[in-house]
């Protein structure tokens, strides 16, 4: 495996592969990976016969007051980790090289990128829809995976993809989560050992969120109403946000007619989580099964 930190010499590479036919598969992470990124490495590899691994923690996709910082970091366990996950790249540019001074262009969508993540994290898709068109033209990839962890940030790159007419595959892989539910997470590590057990609120809000939905409950306001009163039960939890939204469009929705996802983000303490489920149930989410001991009322 190579590692490159040069943006120039990653787009010289990509460029030579392309010519000699080869099909590139792209996996862009903050690094700190877990097994949720390396499952998107193997339908990379799946799907291409070049993976590359950006580990890039893109400084213009945090707020002034976000955990840009202090962001977990451990290079040399990362390049491990993609050396035995059999990636031939890992890019792992600074970001003066890739935000030069003079650096002026942004991508912006301006209605989705306002809403549920967006509205909590002003500036947050901006960041990121210009770190990911970035990544393609360096990367040239012909196939990009990217985990439904981040639903509305995967719809978003889908739209760029589209509206921008760049040459790409976008790819949604499942959510991998830890035995209890948790989805995986860089971020899971601040969590204290009380604060881990209280994240389990997430993943048991969506899952009384798929039981009310099996039990024929359409209405947005009621699946929101008993999922907060979920969430309030747990003392440091905190919610953010919890939306009901069209699957294709990621529209409000109020009456459940259609495929739906809830959307969900909570504080557990100073860490913002954030998961999501698809109604009806569907293996992209990956929600544990629900045990004989829950009640639902
Ligand atoms: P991050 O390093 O957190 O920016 O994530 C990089 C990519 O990995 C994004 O496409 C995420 O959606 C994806 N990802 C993060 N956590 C998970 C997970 N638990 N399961 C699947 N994909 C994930």
Redesign the pocket.
């Known amino acids: 495996m190579d590692v490159l930190v040069s943006p120039a010499q990653m787009q010289h590479t990509a460029l030579a592969w392309r010519r000699a036919g080869r099909r590139i598969g792209l996996?862009?992470?903050?690094?700190?990976l877990?097994e949720?990124?390396l499952?998107?490495v193997s339908r990379a590899r799946a799907e291409s016969d070049r993976v590359v691994l950006s580990l890039f923690v893109n400084p213009t996709q945090f707020g002034p007051s976000e955990d840009l910082s202090r962001y977990p970091r451990d290079f040399e366990r990362d390049r491990q980790l993609c050396a035995d996950a059999g990636v031939e790249i890992l890019f792992a540019p600074t970001p003066d090289t890739v935000y030069t001074p003079d650096h002026a262009v942004f991508v912006e969508e301006p209605a989705l990128s306002q809403r549920y993540c967006g509205a909590s994290r002003p500036g947050h898709f901006r960041g990121v829809l210009t770190v990911v068109a970035k990544l393609f033209n360096l990367v040239q990839p012909e196939v990009a995976v990217?985990?439904?962890?981040?639903a509305q940030?995967?719809r978003l790159i889908r739209q760029m993809g589209r509206d921008l007419n760049f040459p790409v595959r976008i790819l949604t892989?499942?959510?991998?989560?830890e035995p209890d539910g948790l989805?995986?997470?860089?971020r899971n590590t601040y969590l204290s050992a009380e604060e881990r057990r209280a994240a389990r609120c997430l993943n048991e809000a969506l899952r009384l969120a798929r039981r009310l939905y099996a039990r024929g409950e359409r209405q947005a306001t009621v699946l929101r109403d008993r999922l907060r009163d979920a969430i309030a039960q747990h003392p440091l939890a905190r919610l953010d946000y919890i939306a009901i939204a069209d699957q294709d469009s990621f529209a409000p929705v109020e009456t459940l007619m259609r495929p739906a996802i809830v959307l969900l983000a909570v504080w557990i303490g100073r860490t913002r989580l954030i998961d999501n489920a698809l109604l009806p149930d569907n293996p992209l989410c990956n929600l544990p099964p629900d045990g004989d001991q829950e009640i639902l009322n």
């Open positions: 996996v862009p992470t903050m690094g700190f877990h949720g990124h499952s998107l990217f985990g439904q962890k981040d940030q995967a892989a499942p959510i991998v989560r989805a995986m997470s860089s």
